[in-house]
């Protein structure tokens, strides 16, 4: 089946640096790469989607400068959290869309990963 | 209100029992009705799904829809250790992914 690689599975910064996370489709092209946010005992909260080559469309709420996002090709996208603050510590993971799949089975999720900001 | 709301449990069964999981939802559009099962250290997988109302059944997992009552429902027959995971349900007015709203999950431990 198809198959979402998601790095680093956790990770520990401090306050100040940046983070970069990915997400690659290892046997299907990605045409859309969603990324979502979930805190403790919440659900999973949609931040960002990403076409293949266009800038991303960010949820009401999200900031943009801080949680850039690339979707350069069709099988990786990245998203960076800058300037991390603890507040931004949280579970954070990818789903991509398989151009070719169709509706709700065309979607795999990454694994996730654990950013704790100190 | 959320929009979904889910009991985060945790819910912990005897091997060989019935699980019900369940969600409520607030929001009428709401078309399609998926549930994800997700192990420990991995993504989310789809479970299945169903559109509109009504009951679907895969093996051991049954789904059902009371769009009436916004309310939906996973059991689990004869549960099996391997069942042991958090469970979260999702819908959408329509396929589109980034109008999926999910539930906070059931995290599931079904005991030998």
């Known amino acids: 089946g198809a198959v979402v690689s998601q790095h680093p599975s956790w990770v520990i910064c401090k306050s100040g640096t940046s983070v970069k996370i990915e997400c690659r489709s290892l046997?299907?092209?990605?045409?859309?790469m969603f990324w979502y946010r979930q805190f403790p005992k919440q659900s999973l909260m949609l931040m960002a989607t990403?076409?293949?080559?266009?800038?991303?469309?960010?949820e009401q709420g999200v900031e943009k400068d801080k949680f850039l996002i690339n979707h350069a090709s069709l099988t990786l996208s990245t998203l960076t959290v800058t300037s991390a603050h603890p507040e931004d510590s949280s579970f954070y993971i990818c789903?991509?869309?398989?151009?070719?799949?169709?509706?709700?089975?065309?979607?795999?999720f990454g694994s996730g990963t654990r950013l704790t900001v100190v | 209100q959320k929009e979904v709301e889910q009991d985060p449990g945790p819910l912990s069964v005897p091997e060989g029992a019935i699980v019900s999981l369940n969600c409520t939802y607030s929001n009428s559009a709401f078309q399609y009705f998926m549930w994800y099962r997700q192990y420990s250290r991995k993504g989310p997988e789809l479970l299945m799904y169903?559109?509109?109302?009504g009951n679907k059944e895969d093996g051991r997992f049954t789904a059902q829809v009371d769009k009436s009552s916004k309310y939906i429902s996973l059991f689990i027959r004869d549960s099996q250790p391997s069942d042991s995971a958090t469970y979260l349900c999702a819908m959408s007015r329509d396929n589109y992914g980034q109008n999926f709203v999910f539930g906070p999950g059931t995290r599931l431990s079904v005991l030998p």
């Open positions: 990403s076409n293949e080559g266009s800038k991303a469309t960010y």
């Open positions: 046997d299907f092209q990605a045409t859309t």
């Open positions: 169903t559109y509109s109302s």
């Open positions: 789903s991509a869309r398989d151009g070719s799949g169709t509706g709700l089975n065309g979607y795999t």
